[in-house]
């Protein structure tokens, strides 16, 4: 089983562009999740997707915005950027695991904003 | 008002030492789940492990070992024997009531496995 993936995986824009990150989940697994992971804040919470539509959205301004397509793969988006947008974003896609359900975890957009 | 403390920034052991990784959680559910993440340098978090709120059994996998305790509102994570591979940033996560798959996670400690 393929594991969640994101491209890109590396990104440079400056001040005022706008961003565009995908998230491709697990087979099968129908909910997403967008964290944004800073020196300063740690890992924090963006929103979640379940089935195409937002379930859940963290403490985040406007400028930060995500879909779910019918096939399950999530995009987020970031206009106006900011110096502070600069981080790894973390994409998980939520299923059964041995344990019951999981989180998995992709491995991250790193996003510099010059 | 922080729901996960991990109170350890960084901790530093020579191999073959175990190291223990405290966590503290508050949540008003009664139905919650904790998890641990290890972030190693490349970036990606991986999944150690996930405990529901309604069992309060210690599991050991391998070299690791977990101790979750309700009245203390803890879930501590135990390396046995350290080894260089298990250097790495962990992160212990909470997810509260049922279907709600947002994790408020703790701050991560550095754990250095020094040869």
């Known amino acids: 089983k393929a594991g969640v993936t994101q491209t890109p995986r590396y990104l440079i824009k400056t001040r005022g562009q706008q961003v565009t990150l995908s998230c491709s989940p697990i087979?099968?697994?129908?909910?997403v999740s967008w964290y944004q992971q800073t020196p300063g804040q740690g890992l924090q919470f963006l929103f979640e997707y379940f089935s195409e539509t937002q379930r859940n959205k963290g403490n985040f301004p406007g400028r930060f915005s995500g879909r779910q397509f019918s096939n399950s793969r999530s995009e987020m988006n970031v206009s106006t950027l900011e110096l502070g947008d600069s981080a790894l974003y973390l994409c998980a896609s939520v299923g059964e695991g041995q344990s019951g359900v999981e989180q998995f975890f992709g491995p991250g957009t790193r996003l510099t904003v010059l | 008002a922080q729901k996960v403390t991990q109170a350890q920034t960084e901790i530093s052991v020579v191999e073959k030492e175990d190291v223990t990784l405290d966590c503290v959680y508050e949540t008003r559910d009664t139905t919650y789940y904790l998890f641990w993440y290890k972030q190693p340098p490349s970036g990606e978090l991986v999944f150690l492990i996930r405990r529901n709120s309604f069992d309060e059994q210690n599991e050991i996998s391998g070299r690791y070992s977990w101790n979750f305790q309700k009245s203390t509102s803890s879930f501590n994570f135990t390396i046995t024997a350290s080894q260089v591979v298990d250097s790495a940033v962990y992160f212990c996560a909470l997810s509260e009531g049922v279907g709600d798959y947002k994790l408020s996670f703790g701050a991560g400690t550095t754990v250095t496995v020094r040869a």
């Open positions: 087979s099968g697994h129908r909910s």
